[in-house]
């Protein structure tokens, strides 16, 4: 690789060489020996993205292929006996909180980007708190509120001098209670969609309907509404999925949905063949949301074509209307956090110097432990796919990452099967072999450590981590990769000094979002978890489920305290946004 | 001697497209080539391949006489020691202005590091934007900073991906004038891929004219202009058209515009049809010639006029006058024509036929 010396002189050899010993590291004759197939090859990469992504896939082929085995008596039993209960009352907690997420959700939205009203601008993101209540623990809040000694009840036998056959109260722990609690707390999907779409809809699109002498409430009616429709069905889509995914709060208030079914079929009737069986049928009805969320979210892509024009004037509402829509985005803020959040923030003021002992800090380290662990492990793997992704965009590297994100959706008690019953197998299988070579028994290797769980935190949570890091490397021109490549940098180092510091702040929202998805995840947690292994949120609901309700405040109030982070950046993001802004695309 | 980048009879495809065909070229001890061609032309998967990120159908491509690449083999690009300015620059925005010429520094002592990033700050002059950040200064220094990054681990060759197309007219062809200089200072090879001709005849001492995967052409800027290969090369470099004529007993070319005295295309016998290059500035306005055409289209140019000129056939012509003679739509004006190098294609001929 010298120039020639018998070579005629060349202006420029004299710096050349002279360039070459400084480099001495990158000696082309020791480098040309190893080998890099071309960037269509098949590579590292490619290898270490489909294993991944297959591993990640599992527990959803699990149970699906669990499900295809002939059915046992036990299934035939569910058929004949409670099938239909599970069915029916699915349906009717997926449309009732479908419907009443709607309710709330839309005119919040509408008002908050449309209107101006006093509190508004306190009302855009405030709206967005009760996301940071889990279900099941306002579930127990609000029967806490509602029951016969519960303060309210008491209030009004002490104002109106009633004894308890003078006054019917309903009764919270019923569907349409359940019903109630979850659109509480998820309305704010709506919300947050419907907004977007509403602040999206072209000023000019409205000015022309007015220029043809359309009203305020027809121009609502007929182009505001059927506008944002696309986004309000995504919305509901979303909101449908997490009722169907919802164990803690059905479960605490008695009602048979397919969750409880399944916890009941696996652990009750210890019939692991007909749990899948129902996981994999609700994971149908899953899928039908998501793929009709999906359409719509593509037909909203396609409404929205039409140029960004200015924003028009706010509508300011004047007079009794204004207090009216106060008062409209107060209500839901007022139920959905600053009651349950209030109460709970009352019983661990009361409960606090009997419960907060040593171990409940040791809990709650366990669970930050947990939760950190395993948002830091879901980030790196969401790297790892959304990077080789982009390193190797050929289609069986694609089909394989969108098979990793099958786990999206899917309910944490059907995940929790997937991880189980592939473990169970390998338990059995490995302590066979041992016993049958080694004379010893193995027992449960995978099965109830604190990998399964993991690993189920992983199928279920990297989803939401993958988007964040596939919309953000989009975001970087590739043109930046190669500038990296030929200033020396492998493709590993590429990602570590190009990619992960341009994207750290968008990496932080997805670790801290996944972290607060782990600290209040239940159902896997509940199935899965290590012998007295405990966590924030399983102790929460043992209390909850002991009736000890004021005891297990100080655990769910730490919860809820921790979900108030991604909440705060949601509404950052949506304060930043000029137009509409969808932080769940 | 060893030729300094050899390109040798190269396919690149994005299967089942073949995007680079038969393409072979050869840059002398570190000299500056352009590879010329309108968009689409596979100008651009050149460079890459020669990058490293595109792999090889077919071919080789040596550096030194040191393989790069071959079907199956492709040596990664951060080992090539190959450098690229890019045409979106991809200055890393997480970056100080010094951080990012130091990016390609890594594994060097921190004195060299620190020594090599001000001298590179110094040759673009940038010394006192060092501390910035790239949205902090202009798309002029932006430029030199993605230059100076480019340079800074002392590449042997560096590919300019159309580094100066987002810049205005004027200030491209400085800066194209500016590179040169520093790369011949540096002692590195350059190849620059364009669409802007003048930028590539300012640049480069030898340039490649590419079409649709073909390279057409190899040469320097004259001879491409007035000895092209063949007929895109011809419309392609310059203004010009190609005037039909037929090849006489005497061996000149007869066309509408009398004969025509050159050296006729190979194998080309009495009879057979031809075209003849005809450059704008081989038209002379000539108020006393017999020959006369009819203004079609005029386009003033400052000192002179570029007329369009419709000939008695039908074909057209292209003149460039002197702006002093000024005339209609319409009026007939006479020409003659002053052709020094005769440049003739045999007619009909599809270009891939012409010798590449």
């Known amino acids: 690789m010298e120039v020639d010396p018998s070579a005629p002189p060349c202006p420029y050899s004299q710096s050349f060489s002279q360039s070459k010993r400084d480099i001495e590291p990158l000696s082309l004759s020791r480098r040309a020996k190893s080998t890099w197939i071309g960037a269509r090859g098949f590579d590292r990469w490619t290898l270490l993205v489909v294993g991944v992504a297959l591993l990640l896939a599992l527990p959803v082929f699990a149970v699906f292929f669990t499900a295809l085995q002939p059915a046992g008596d036990v299934w035939r039993h569910l058929v004949d006996t409670v099938l239909a209960d599970y069915v029916l009352n699915s349906v009717a907690l997926m449309l009732g909180v479908g419907l009443g997420t709607l309710i709330i959700g839309a005119p919040t939205a509408w008002l908050t980007a449309i209107c101006e009203f006093p509190g508004r601008r306190w009302f855009e993101w405030a709206l967005l708190l009760p996301m940071a209540i889990p279900a099941y623990i306002i579930a127990y809040t609000y029967t806490g509120l509602l029951d016969f000694a519960g303060p309210v009840q008491t209030l009004l036998r002490e104002t109106f001098g009633w004894s308890r056959q003078d006054y019917a109260f309903p009764e919270i722990r019923s569907l349409p209670g359940a019903v109630l609690m979850l659109a509480l707390v998820l309305y704010p999907y709506v919300y947050l969609l419907a907004r977007a779409a509403f602040l999206e809809q072209s000023a000019a699109v409205l000015e022309v309907s007015r220029s043809l002498g359309a009203g305020p409430w027809r121009r609502f009616l007929a182009v505001t509404l059927p506008l944002a429709r696309p986004a309000l069905i995504a919305g509901m889509s979303l909101v449908q999925m997490e009722a169907l995914a919802d164990y803690g709060a059905v479960q605490y208030f008695g009602i048979s949905t397919f969750t409880t079914g399944i916890f009941r079929v696996w652990f009750g009737m210890n019939d692991p063949t007909a749990a899948a069986q129902l996981a994999a049928l609700l994971l149908l009805f899953v899928f039908t949301l998501l793929v009709l969320e999906r359409l719509s979210r593509r037909q909203a892509r396609f409404h929205h074509t039409g140029q960004r024009t200015q924003r028009p004037l706010r509508l300011q509402l004047t007079g009794r209307w204004q207090w009216l829509a106060t008062g409209t985005c107060l209500l839901p803020l007022l139920f959905g956090f600053l009651i349950p959040a209030g109460q709970l923030a009352v019983w661990t003021w009361r409960t606090a110097p009997k419960v907060i002992d040593d171990r409940f800090l040791e809990l709650t380290s366990h669970s930050l432990l947990l939760a950190s662990g395993s948002a830091l492990l879901i980030l790196l793997l969401a790297l790892l796919l959304g990077y080789g992704q982009r390193l190797q965009p050929r289609p069986m590297v694609q089909l394989a990452v969108r098979g990793a994100g099958l786990g999206y959706a899917a309910p944490g008690a059907v995940l929790a099967i997937g991880v189980m019953l592939p473990f169970a197998a390998i338990d059995r299988t490995v302590d066979g072999w041992a016993r049958e070579w080694l004379g010893l028994s193995t027992g449960l290797l995978l099965s109830g450590t604190l990998f399964a769980m993991l690993f189920a935190y992983c199928t279920q949570f990297l989803p939401v981590a993958l988007h964040s890091v596939e919309a953000g490397l989009t975001r970087i021109r590739p043109s930046m990769d190669d500038a990296a490549r030929t200033l020396g940098a492998k493709p590993r180092q590429v990602l570590w000094r190009v990619h992960i510091p341009i994207l750290r702040s968008s990496l932080l929202t997805a670790l801290l979002m996944v972290f607060v998805d782990v600290l209040k995840e239940l159902p896997a947690t509940l199935i899965l978890r290590p012998f007295n292994f405990n966590t924030l949120a399983v102790r929460a609901y043992e209390l909850a489920s002991d009736e000890r309700l004021a005891d297990s405040a100080s655990f769910a109030l730490a919860i809820v305290l921790a979900g108030i982070g991604p909440v705060i950046l949601l509404s950052r993001a949506i304060s930043r946004a000029r137009s509409g802004y969808d932080p769940l695309s | ?356």
């Open chain 2, 1 to 356: 001697m060893t030729p300094f980048l050899e390109l040798c009879d190269l396919d690149v495809a994005y299967p089942p497209r073949k995007v680079i065909r038969e393409v072979s070229l050869t840059l002398h001890c570190a000299g500056i080539g352009c590879l010329l061609g309108p968009s689409g032309c596979g100008k651009t998967t050149l460079l890459r391949a020669i990058a490293g990120f595109e792999p090889l159908q077919r071919g080789s491509i040596r550096l030194e006489g040191i393989e790069l690449s071959r079907p199956g083999w492709t040596l990664p690009p951060e080992q090539r020691r190959i450098g690229m300015m890019f045409q979106d620059l991809a200055l890393f925005p997480h970056l100080t202005v010094s951080d990012n010429i130091a990016f390609g520094l890594r594994g060097w002592k921190a004195t060299e590091r620190r020594a090599r990033v001000d001298e590179l700050l110094r040759l673009v002059s940038l010394e006192e934007f060092a501390k910035r950040h790239p949205h902090q200064i202009s798309g002029g220094q932006q430029q030199r900073v993605a230059l100076a990054r480019a340079l800074a681990p002392r590449p042997r060759l560096l590919l300019l991906d159309e580094p100066f197309s987002s810049l205005d007219v004027s200030l491209r062809e400085d800066l194209a004038r500016e590179v040169r200089t520093i790369l011949l200072r540096e002692g590195t090879g350059g190849l620059l891929v364009s669409h802007d001709q003048f930028e590539a005849f300012t640049f480069a001492d030898e340039i490649g004219v590419l079409d649709t995967g073909w390279l057409r052409q190899w040469d320097s800027a004259y001879n491409l202009y007035h000895q092209p290969a063949n007929r895109f090369v011809a419309s392609f470099i310059g203004q010009g058209v190609l005037l039909a004529g037929r090849i006489g007993e005497n061996g000149q070319a007869n066309t509408e515009l009398g004969d025509i005295e050159g050296e006729s295309p190979a194998g080309c016998v009495a009879g057979d049809d031809v075209e003849i290059l005809v450059r704008p500035d081989d038209v002379i306005h000539d108020d006393a010639s017999p020959l006369k055409a009819e203004v079609a289209e005029r386009a003033f140019r400052g000192a002179e006029f570029l007329y369009t000129l419709n000939l008695p056939s039908g074909a057209r012509l292209l003149c460039l006058a002197p702006s002093h003679h000024n005339h209609a739509l319409g009026q007939q004006i006479g020409i003659r024509l002053d052709i020094d190098h005769v440049v003739m294609f045999r007619r009909n001929w599809s270009v891939n036929c012409v010798e590449r």
